[in-house]
């Protein structure tokens, strides 16, 4: 066990240097640079002005030096500067890091909360008005595009109704208010997004999950369990889910990534200050230290969360245990 | 504006006026002229009222500022804070004329060699510090300083020296008159005892900054919301408005429900939203005004099939420039004729826009050689008048232009393929190395009409604006005068020329110059429209006590 698992770690480092690599060359191969958004068609910057302020920035080097440079920076967990306002990057990810978790977890949270009932009674009893009528909501919650139905939310709970705010993270306040008034304010302004977000993507775990139950439940040890008279909750709410989960293991697992990155469209549509938005906007600008960060700390994270779950698996499943 | 009923006492005896041998009034009508005065200042006070302080204005934006600096910033977000955080020398007032900001007054001799700016007294910073001629001597070495990322060091180009001989003085001395200069000193002054320690581009003043404008900073919460309070101490009196908040909504839609749900005071709007029903601006004020943009078809004056200037105008005629402005910014524009803002003492009104005239295009055409084969499209010498228009990705509004001019030329024989490019690739590989034939793109303009860089035949090497290549060697010396010339009269006709010349050369086809279209809650007091544009007087909006919305906590 400790074998695979020392083997395992030091698959990750050139895994990383290889990821980090290729991120680097590929960002800098995409035509323009960070400061073209100042100096393009800026009458008020001549070329000279732009050649001396790409040199300060070391953006003149070949590239492979360059890349030496950061290389170093990262060594010592140095992510460097953007390019964009000069604050130090890592400073830039933490101040996005706390919502950004925050929605993920409160989101992925709602998912499971539901996800994994539905495809459990779905299985229980297939083909039932249950299953097919959570079916066609889980998959029609999956096919609308999140935009259209975050705007139908916004002016339904927001306009008309007035109960939920229609975008933000929190309410201004000149005065220094009570903590509880500030927990409910970000309560009722996050309500929206984790509901659009969370009913949106329920379609496919639920689904992994009915198939995986679907499939437990007509093995034999099951219609053992029942031969031998076990209550329906002891059979399946035990013994089947328990078994049933594993497999959805490994989607938790590759779900750890998404806890820092992804919802761009979620987060531009609801002004939700979140690490999807910054990651887009640093594509966008070309801000080369903020994205070869942000693809360091994804990639980090979704081996890290492979390797999780490859020992989660192994830990839970006593038939798969590798040398 | 300031609507104030000021009791007037008019002591008898002094009410003649120039005239000083009125005899003194006798009682009776002393007392007549009393009465109506009276009456006058009383039913002015019943109808004109004082403008009240207090209330917050809450702002919408698309994006986050970056650096809240004047010298570092290049985004519109980061100058719209800065221009209510921090001052200039000098500002624009409502008809684009230069007036005194933090110099009370200036004067230009020999030549326009020399400026001398005389500061105003008793202006302090956000923290209490006095404002003197030496913020304005480390702002210019921070312009000039080859360390610092600034965007506007050659707007100083031509400075030699910058000195202050006493506390409120700057005498800024040129190598050469440099008309445009003066209006380069609306850069905003910073604070020398802040920047003096530390790094300038990352100092933390980028994100706290202290200036001497009406409106203090007090918070940032990043890509959230910039929250900022009026100053009191402020030079030109305290803003009435006590809180400004810069709200980021990056979504227009979102913006749009926003306004609806009246929890932001002020948008900009699209076009379609301008037109919407008017039940949804019913709490909201729409205004549109002539924006500092314009939209044009460039060509590439070196090709083949523009080089002559008839084929060019043949295309002037067969493209009909109010239907564009209906159907793409749906009327919320105006076709234009020449290279500056509508509103602009520069802009030659007396130019006669061409008419459309596809009969008269294809006249034209046919006299460089140019006829129609049987399907009618336009043949000479066995090859069909076809080119390439280029655009950039992302702009909506430039793409429908190119399918607009595409559909107008196919009218009279001419084939047009539309070719949507991504930004950067575009401005690198095409346009910087002239690699077009025709394009459709916009320029957003500043203040000072100087475009210099933009039509003289010296400013066509890679990287430089004058990438369609027109050379004509009157407007170049025009361009050079107007730049060295401080008189204005003398600046405005020599404008108005280049404006004539331009427009007859069409080395551009002036498109259209669209409206900015704003909306503004309706207990907002003051916006008023002018050339300048709409916040020209944002000091001075206010609103009625009873209609205050903000007075404590804010709700969502």
Redesign the interface.
Known sequence: MTAYLSRRLLHLIPTLFGISLLSFFLIQL???GP????????????????A??RS??GLDQPILVQYGRWLKRIAFFDFG?SL????PVFK?IT??LPATLLLNILSIGLMLLLAIPIGFFAAIKPRSWFDRLTTVFVFFGFSVPTYAVA?LA??VF??RL?WL???????????P?PVW?KVW?MA??LLLPTLVLGLTSLAGLSRYMRSSMLEIIHQDYIRAAEAKGLTFWRIYGVHALRNALIPLITLFGLMLPDLIGGGVIIE????Y?GMG??GY?AIMT?DYNLIMAITVISAGLTVAGNFLADLLYAYVDPRIRYR | MKKASIPIVIPPGCWGGIHHDVRPWFPRQWLRGMTILGSVCLISALFLRAADYGD?YVDSSI?DA??LNPVLL??SASGDIAGLVFNGLVKYDKNIQLVGDLAESWKVSRGGLVIVFHLRQGVRWHDGQPFTAEDVLFTYQKLKD??V?T?????FDDVQSVVAPDPYTVRVTYRKAFAPGLASWGMGIVPKHIFEKGDF??HPA??RPIGTGPYRFKEW?????I?LEANPDYFEGKPYLQ?Y?Y?????Q??QF??M??Q?IDSITLTPDQFKAYDSIFEHHQRYRYPSFKYVYFGFNLKNELFKDLRVRQALAYAIDRQSMVQGIVLGLGQPITGPFPVTSWAYNAEVKPMPCDPARAKALLAECGWKPDASGRLMKDGKPFAFTLMTNQGNKVRELCAEVIQQQLKKVGIDVTVRIM????F???YIDKKNFEAIVMG?QL?RDPD?Y??WHSSQQ?????NFCGYENPEVDRWLVEARETFDPVRRKALYHQIHAHIAADLPYLFLYCPDELVAIHKRIRGPEVAPLGLAWNFREWWVPKKEQR?K?????
């Open positions: 995409a035509p323009g400061i073209d958004q100042m100096a393009d068609l800026n009458p008020h910057v001549t070329p000279a002005v732009k001396r302020i300060d920035m500067v964009k306002d000069n604050r830039k101040e996005r705007l916004m002016i927001g306009l007035g705010p229609i975008s933000g993270l929190s309410s201004l306040n000149w005065a208010v008034m304010d009722r302004h531009t549509i609801f002004a200050p938005r910054l906007e070309r | 917050a994006g970056s650096l290049s985004d080859p360390k990322h965007p506007y060091a050659s707007d581009n990352t980028n994100r919460k990043t890509d959230q919301y929250l809180r908040v709200r980021i909504i990056p979504d839609a979102v429900l926003e609806r749900n929890t991504e930004w950067s690739t401005i690198h590989e320029w500043g475009n860089a933009m090497k890679e990287g430089q604006y903000y404590t906590v804010m709700t969502p």
